[in-house]
């Protein structure tokens, strides 16, 4: 097949780029140039950008694909551009949007028929914490709006593995092997849930080669925070509470993952991807993604929001140092 994905230089989109080469397939990527580009040398590569409409996907006119994967579609602006351009010329439209679009993510589980946050209007164009979900559903309703029952919305929980250049997960497998004592939020109790991009990256194939429709939550196995620092080969967690974190000055950035289960986010830790394991999603151990993240990321020159030395500070305020 011939396959066209929207951003697939970095992490996600090379996951899936890479997946669909593996499966003997022609893939073309729209790059707007800008990202490192270490993708296998058969892939070919167009310019453009959606950012500017229409007028930035004229590298693409004339031409057609068997379907489209759109990684890196945020704002309604990019995705009209790219799901009107490109009607009539691919055969299945496979959105990459997030359990961001969930309107209560307190929930436990959170399933695909939960309630969606209200769209934002077309013309928003910023990408924040506030709006992130909200974009994102304004594009999933563009592309059932333009491609209906040839549509398929993956909503990926937060992704993991090697190239995440977000600097979320990996901090976890970096502090792991410095050792000593590990600045752990919450008592232990609370949950941690991801999806290894890999599984992704097979996923979105499996949609395209077998044409589902539908509309996906994509979550790997639930650990306890526990269980995932003895996953990680912590011998030594310093588990630090809410009112600890607060009085610490501790900001999510720093605890980069951490959901409280509690939380008015909790559900997000909870996301049930039932519906995509009938379908064929097939699931990575959480310790090898856990050591595939590392063995990246050892050489990866991540910057971490908690550095040693703030940690050290904590940790000592607590008497913990």
């Known amino acids: 097949m011939n ?118 209007a077309e013309d928003v164009t910023e990408v924040s914490g506030a709006t992130y979900g909200p974009l994102k559903v304004a594009c999933e309703n563009i592309v059932h709006e333009v491609y209906g029952g040839h549509s398929t919305v993956l909503r990926p929980q937060i992704v993991a593995g090697p190239f995440d250049h977000t600097a979320r997960y990996p901090y976890w497998g970096d502090r792991a092997a410095r050792g000593g004592a590990v600045l752990a939020p919450g008592d232990g109790s609370d949950f941690l849930q991801v999806i290894d991009a890999r599984d992704l990256a097979r996923f979105t194939v499996r949609v395209v080669e077998h044409g589902i429709d539908g509309i996906f939550n994509l979550a790997g196995p639930r650990l306890g925070w526990a269980d995932f620092m003895v996953l990680l080969g912590v011998t030594d967690p310093v588990w630090v509470d809410a009112q600890a974190q607060k009085a610490s000055g501790l900001s999510s950035r720093e605890l980069p993952v951490y959901v409280p289960a509690g939380g008015e986010q909790g559900g997000l830790m909870d996301v049930d991807p039932a519906r995509a394991l009938a379908a064929g999603l097939t699931l990575t151990d959480p310790l090898v993604t856990a050591q595939d993240t590392r063995a990246w990321s050892r050489d990866a020159g991540l910057q971490y929001a908690l550095t040693p030395q703030r940690e050290a500070e904590v940790l000592g305020a607590l008497g913990q140092g």
Not at 17 to 38: M, N, W
Not at 88 to 99: A, D, N
């Open 3 to 120: 396959i066209l994905i929207l951003g697939g230089t970095q992490f996600v989109g090379r996951h899936i780029v890479e997946a669909f080469v593996d499966s003997g397939h022609a893939v073309t990527v729209l790059t707007r140039g800008k990202s490192k580009d270490e993708l296998p040398a058969m892939v070919e590569r167009v310019h453009g950008d959606r950012d500017d409409g229409p007028a930035g996907l004229a590298a693409l006119d004339g031409r057609e694909w068997d379907a489209c994967v759109d990684v890196s579609g945020y704002t309604p602006r990019q995705v009209r551009a790219s799901a009107e351009g490109l009607q009539g010329r691919v055969g299945r439209y496979v959105f990459i949007s997030t359990v961001s679009v969930y309107a209560e993510p307190g929930r436990h589980p959170v399933r695909e028929d939960d309630p969606l946050s209200a769209p934002t």
